[in-house]
């Protein structure tokens, strides 16, 4: 096997730089670096086991990913859906957070999401499907993105009901 050392590969005609038919670009052992817009690497979390609160305060699901960003000025989308409801009439408020912060620009509080039974003889549930983006990751440790949830109400226990999950992109700036 023979190695070739170049400092800078360039087309004669053309903007493109091809393989031959049935070759493969090994970068395995050296930094391939995506484009600006292309994403990175995907983490991803699934459960299939109801989680239920009746806090009236802010509690980390369990609907969180880790993920060690390659690039300091990534962003991050954050990708949410959960079947959710409660068992009296009332709102739940839910948001997503940076190692434990909260990551809504707009209070105190995240951005909520408001869900409310008006049949107080009945249970209502719904569907939560939510993006967040992380402008700028600003680390390459790792970071835990997690969904936070409380009961907004005076009563009732909260469901993020089975079949939830998050889906965190890092994406290249």
Do not use: W
């Not at 970068?27 to 459960?47: D, H, I, M, R």
């Not at 068992?87 to 409310?116: F, Q």
């Not at 983006?133 to 409380?150: E, H, L, P, R």
């Amino acid at each position: 096997m023979s190695t070739l050392f170049v400092n800078n590969l360039n087309t004669a005609s053309g903007t493109s730089i091809a393989l031959a038919s049935g070759k493969t670009l090994d970068a395995s052992g050296g930094t391939l670096t995506p484009s600006a817009g292309q994403v990175v690497q995907q983490a991803e979390f699934y459960n299939n086991v109801s989680f239920t609160t009746q806090s009236s305060t802010y509690v980390e699901s369990p609907c969180k990913v880790a993920i060690t960003p390659k690039f300091a000025n990534s962003k991050m989308n954050i990708y949410l859906c959960a079947g959710v409801y409660s068992t009296a009439p009332a709102e739940y408020r839910g948001g997503m957070r940076k190692n434990g912060v909260v990551m809504s620009p707009y209070a105190s509080e995240d951005l909520c999401v408001y869900h409310h039974n008006a049949n107080s003889n009945a249970e209502l549930g719904g569907m939560i499907a939510q993006l967040f983006t992380d402008q700028n990751v600003g680390t390459t440790s790792s970071v835990t993105y997690a969904y936070y949830i409380k009961r907004q109400g005076s009563s009732g226990t909260m469901y993020l009901y089975r079949n939830y999950g998050i889906i965190v992109q890092e994406i290249k700036v």
